[in-house]
């Protein structure tokens, strides 16, 4: 049976694939891509320094709001029987089947027709909107749309041409059925793209009205082609001090000799007392390197967050977890991230810490977008452009 009405997790969106299904489903979208890998295509940011602010002058940017959800391809596929069938693929390479009757995204030629062989990248986002929680799909780049390639292609034409035969056709059809909408399991909009200089509007204009919890500002470069994994055209700003590292937590508890109770209950070997924290490490990811995983840092858990840790009644060890420096220069865990299959990599790990040490304000992005408009005017003002 379908679930028809919005999803109420954007965590589970659906019914995640296993077995058979998934290994088949993985592989359909390596070979859309022509990727002998079968691991999660979506490109990945690398964190905004200093030297970006120079680098926002010499090419050209769009910025958008970095959306403080869930990171999801849409993958637009058919069934054995030939019908229409959508997955949501996060960054664990998990493929969540969308059970709903009711989502369809028609072709421009016909609303009946849907497409196949599609591949979007958006955010998954709760937003709250007359005291109940909306869920949104933003869109915001394209990898292939019914079997045609056009991660070559420059951002802004990826972006027109999801718009053209995606997003528009599908917003034609809520304006002729406008009541079909309350049965979506999410609804879908593309992400506002700005111009790289328009800083002061996404301050001053965009965040504040969002709703949706927001993560800073993401910047992509206008005429870069989509890339697998890591993208230095993709920036990722964040005000210094929200700058977070997300690595694996490891903990360490003392071996204590039994006590009288102990002896009394009939414990009599030392054990391991999982009530005191000894030590908690952050270790970070080393890719194909062995060991795998190395010791970044040690991370500061006071008494009173560990008894709320150990209330929760999860799982701690070995936990990716998301971890900012507080103003003695220690690292704390805000909050666990298991949307993510490893920790950051030791080079994200290294990009976040010059990025917290060059500091780039809001205001220092304010103060550079004069510069950056009169380069991308110049630039753009050529014979050719």
Same mark, same amino acid.
């Given at each position: 049976m379908s679930q028809e009405g919005p999803i109420e997790s954007i965590a589970e969106p659906g019914i995640r694939a296993t077995g058979e299904v998934l290994h088949t489903m993985r592989n359909e979208v390596a070979q859309l891509l022509n990727r002998h890998q079968r691991s999660f295509p979506g490109a990945q940011p690398v964190s905004f320094t200093r030297s970006h602010l120079e680098e926002l002058k010499k090419e050209d940017y769009f910025v958008c709001e970095k959306s403080d959800g869930i990171r999801y391809l849409l993958y637009l596929t058919e069934d054995e029987f030939g019908k229409e069938a959508h997955y949501l693929i996060d960054r664990k390479n998990e493929y969540w089947f969308i059970n709903s009757k009711s989502l369809h995204f028609p072709t421009p030629q016909s609303v009946q027709s849907f497409h196949i062989q599609t591949l979007i990248d958006g955010e998954l986002v709760m937003d709250m909107e007359d005291g109940r929680e909306v869920p949104r799909l933003l869109l915001f780049d394209c990898l292939v749309i019914d079997g045609k390639n056009i991660m070559e292609r420059p951002l802004d034409k990826r972006l027109a041409y999801m718009k053209d035969h995606i997003y528009m056709p599908y917003k034609r059809l809520f304006q002729e059925f406008p009541d079909e909408l309350q049965y979506q399991p999410f609804e879908v909009l593309m992400k506002d793209m700005q111009l790289s200089y328009g800083v002061e509007m996404m301050?001053?204009?965009?965040?504040?009205?969002?709703?949706?919890?927001?993560?800073?500002?993401?910047?992509?470069?206008?005429?870069?082609?989509?890339?697998?994994?890591?993208?230095?055209?993709?920036?990722?700003?964040?005000?210094? $001090?929200?700058?977070?590292?997300?690595?694996?937590?490891?903990?360490?508890?003392? #071996?204590?000799?039994?006590?009288?109770?102990?002896?009394?209950?009939?414990? #009599?070997?030392?054990?391991?007392?999982?009530?005191?924290?000894?030590?908690? $490490?952050l270790w970070a990811y080393m890719g194909d390197a062995q060991p795998r995983y190395q010791k970044y840092a040690d991370a500061y858990i006071s008494e009173k967050e560990f008894e709320e840790l150990i209330s929760l009644g999860d799982p701690l060890n070995d936990r990716v977890a998301e971890c900012y420096l507080d103003e003695l220069g220690r690292w704390r865990v805000s909050r666990f991230r298991d949307d993510k299959p490893e920790a950051n990599h030791i080079s994200t790990l290294q990009s976040v810490i010059r990025s917290i040490k060059d500091g780039v304000t809001e205001q220092d992005l304010l103060n550079a977008a004069k510069g950056v408009k009169d380069a991308w005017k110049a630039r753009n003002s050529k014979p050719g452009r």
């Open positions: 301050f001053k204009d965009v965040l504040p009205i969002l709703k949706h919890g927001n993560d800073g500002l993401i910047f992509t470069c206008r005429t870069s082609s989509y890339r697998h994994g890591t993208d230095p055209h993709i920036l990722k700003w964040k005000p210094p $001090e929200e700058n977070t590292i997300d690595c694996r937590l490891k903990l360490y508890f003392p #071996t204590v000799e039994p006590d009288e109770d102990d002896i009394a209950n009939g414990i #009599t070997d030392p054990y391991t007392d999982y009530h005191t924290l000894e030590r908690a $490490e």
